[in-house]
């Protein structure tokens, strides 16, 4: 295992290198510049040149990239241009709140896809299989902002059961404030974990060691959770593990929205903006969570299934 850790964290040097050099050319090929998102269409050349002065914009693109790693590695991600507050300040304010709707995201899906799909598993071509799938296949057709939206009317603006917005000031208001942006989130990775995961234990339950298992007179308890479900959850977990970037994609849509100020309503209004360091440090920041999630996905994959290790 610790070899294992050691070869994982060694592949996530060339990954963060290339993460940064993508960062740094798709943010300079948007569209527009920043001088004219700070000072407008009628900046005069000379106010254009001091932003662009300032925020290193004027030197050669080599030079750019080294100062952008440089900073990057040193945990200065410089200042936006917008709000005029240190960017590392920024992401330290908006990123737990994403952080957070992930996570509620992430348990909401488990709680879903794990029963059900020991359900539709064990009644597969039978009704209850049929109705889980069918309607596990409604909501996977559905985008997330209209799922967002049905939700947000129903049982915010018309039921008011939840608020139709904002964050909250305590821990039990912001997982208050955030259930309903959880759900859309994990409505559709729940759809597709529990395919995934039917699909496992269907194979798992044909299995020797299962009929073995059974033959022994082991409770169907046991059998279920320590045979069964252990080995169903290998794939499955690698699945989820991908999803965790799926699942910050879509809250930049989600926070919209719900108006959350997390970190994906950050970007959006950055990338309007023109916010080039905001950009560049959130961008870069989500990626090496993405990256972090994969490797703790992998140490759980190895715990299940140790022969992930040679």
């Known amino acids: 295992m610790p070899e294992f850790i050691a070869r994982?964290?060694?592949?996530?040097?060339?990954?963060?290198?290339f993460i940064l050099v993508v960062v740094f050319v798709l943010v300079r090929l948007l569209p527009g510049d920043p001088a004219s998102a700070v000072l407008g269409d009628?900046?005069?050349d000379a106010d254009v040149e001091r932003i662009n002065r300032e925020l290193g914009l004027d030197r050669s693109i080599p030079v750019q990239f080294w100062v952008f790693v440089k900073s990057f590695l040193t945990g200065d991600l410089g200042n936006s241009?917008?709000?005029?507050?240190?960017?590392?300040?920024?992401?330290?304010?908006?990123?737990?709140?994403?952080?957070?709707?992930?996570?509620?995201a992430a348990a909401i899906a488990l709680i879903i896809a794990i029963p059900l799909a020991f359900v539709a598993a064990l009644r597969r071509e039978r009704l209850p299989d049929t109705l889980i799938r069918g309607g596990f296949q409604v909501g996977l057709s559905m985008p997330v902002f209209y799922?967002?939206?049905v939700l947000?009317?129903?049982?915010?603006?018309?039921?008011?059961w939840f608020p139709v917005g904002g964050y909250g000031d305590t821990f039990p208001e912001h997982l208050y404030h955030l259930f309903l942006p959880a759900v859309t989130l994990a409505l559709s990775l729940s759809a597709i974990l529990m395919r995934n995961l039917r699909a496992a234990i269907i194979e798992v339950l044909d299995a020797d060691y299962v009929t073995f298992a059974r033959s022994k007179g082991l409770r169907t308890r046991l059998i279920l959770f320590r045979h069964i479900l252990r080995n169903a959850l290998i794939s499955t977990l690698a699945l989820f593990g991908l999803s965790i970037g799926t699942l910050l994609g879509g809250a930049?849509?989600?926070?919209?929205?719900f108006a959350i100020p997390g970190a994906g309503r950050l970007m959006v209004d950055s990338i309007y903006g023109r916010d080039y360091p905001v950009v560049q440090g959130l961008t870069v920041t989500l990626a090496v969570v993405v990256s972090i999630t994969f490797l703790l996905t992998d140490l759980l994959q190895a715990w299940l299934d140790p022969r992930v290790t040679k």
């Open 252 to 257: 930049v849509i989600t926070e919209t929205v």
């Open 42 to 44: 009628r900046a005069l």
């Open 8 to 17: 994982r964290l060694v592949q996530l040097i060339p990954t963060l290198i």
């Open 147 to 149: 799922i967002g939206l």
């Open 152 to 160: 947000l009317t129903v049982f915010g603006a018309n039921l008011r």
């Open 81 to 104: 241009i917008s709000l005029r507050i240190p960017v590392t300040q920024l992401i330290a304010d908006r990123l737990p709140i994403t952080m957070l709707l992930t996570l509620m």
